[in-house]
């Protein structure tokens, strides 16, 4: 039978569990304290939370969360760093801070909006431009179909004036 505060940390758990959007798990029992702790202040100045899960207490959050998705992602030492906005955000930082720790601080695998995604799926996603660049892109290249109407209809237009203009210099040289 869990105590009182297994109980809170559970319904904690299942909270941020139910509610966030992202989450990664990390190994990180290579790390010292005073690298875990530079670790969450670099996390929370992004708006990201890191917590360190015991197996047993995720999976009974996982389960009353309705998010079984995170009893995949759990085994082992584990971290879990969680937010509430875009994924590709969280796992370019993340994936930034593994490639910066190298072996110490391997990436387990994520879940996404219910899903499991593995550590290479969770690369995959941190080398993505993010979401104002795709948007950025995406009206650049509906601008672009405009520019060459306005291009081809000034063409003629154009074309024209320099044919006047090249008729007016010929007539002024005679």
């Not at 959007?21 to 010292?32: I, Q, Y």
């Not at 929370?44 to 996982?62: P, Q």
């Not at 370019?92 to 219910?114: H, S, T, Y």
């Amino acid at each position: 039978m869990p105590t009182k505060e297994k109980k809170e940390l559970i319904n904690n758990m299942q909270d941020w569990m139910s509610r966030c959007t992202v989450a990664v798990s990390t190994d990180f029992s290579s790390l010292s304290v005073t690298e875990m702790t530079e670790l969450r202040q670099t996390l929370r100045k992004s708006g990201i939370d890191y917590k360190v899960v015991k197996n047993t207490l995720g999976s009974l959050a996982a389960e009353g969360s309705g998010v079984l998705a995170f009893k995949e992602i759990i085994s082992g030492p584990t971290g879990i760093a969680y937010g509430f906005d875009e994924p590709i955000s969280l796992a370019k930082i993340i994936f930034d801070i593994a490639n910066k720790k190298g072996e110490l601080f391997p990436i387990k695998g994520g879940v996404i909006d219910g899903e499991v995604y593995s550590s290479h799926d969770i690369e995959k996603l941190a080398k993505l431009p993010s979401k104002d660049e795709l948007i950025a892109t995406l009206l650049l290249k509906l601008q672009a179909p405009v520019y060459a109407l306005v291009n081809t209809l000034d063409s003629p237009i154009s074309s024209l004036a320099r044919v006047i203009q090249a008729r007016i210099n010929k007539e002024e040289n005679k």
